[in-house]
């Protein structure tokens, strides 16, 4: 049975960090790339960032270009993202994502991946 779990979500003022980390069981975790999307009250849900499961290769959304970090620890099944610079419009439930695709490839599409978490709440303030 695999399992994706987030923590280290919370309340944070603008311009400050959170680390999110995703710890998966289940499967093989080097065989999958991995990626983090968001989704806020009202909205769909959003790219984040991803990062090949030979960790190589990352992508980031535009909006978080330059202020997230994401990065993977193969042994020990985590990953993690790491948001500087926080703004109110990072506000969101945030979801980690394993898709089979070995090597050093990512992708922005939901439909590519094929476990997720359950989410984790970030909440930035004013």
């Known amino acids: 049975q695999v399992q994706l779990v987030e923590s280290g979500g919370g309340l944070v003022q603008a311009g400050g960090s959170l680390r999110l980390s995703c710890v998966a069981s289940?499967?093989?975790?080097?065989?999958?790339?991995m990626g983090w999307f968001r989704q806020a009250p009202g909205k769909e849900r959003e790219f984040v960032a991803a990062?090949?499961?030979?960790?190589?290769?990352?992508d980031y959304a535009d909006s978080v270009q330059g202020r997230f970090t994401i990065s993977r620890d193969n042994p020990k099944n985590t990953v993690y993202l790491q948001m500087n610079s926080l703004k109110l419009e990072d506000t969101a439930v945030y979801y980690c994502?394993?898709?089979?695709?070995?090597?050093?490839?990512?992708?922005?599409?939901?439909?590519?991946?094929?476990?997720w978490g359950q989410g984790t709440q970030v909440t930035v303030s004013s």
């Open positions: 994502a394993a898709g089979r695709r070995a090597g050093w490839s990512t992708s922005r599409r939901p439909v590519e991946y094929d476990y």
């Open positions: 289940g499967l093989t975790f080097s065989n999958y790339a």
């Open positions: 990062i090949s499961a030979s960790p190589g290769t990352t």
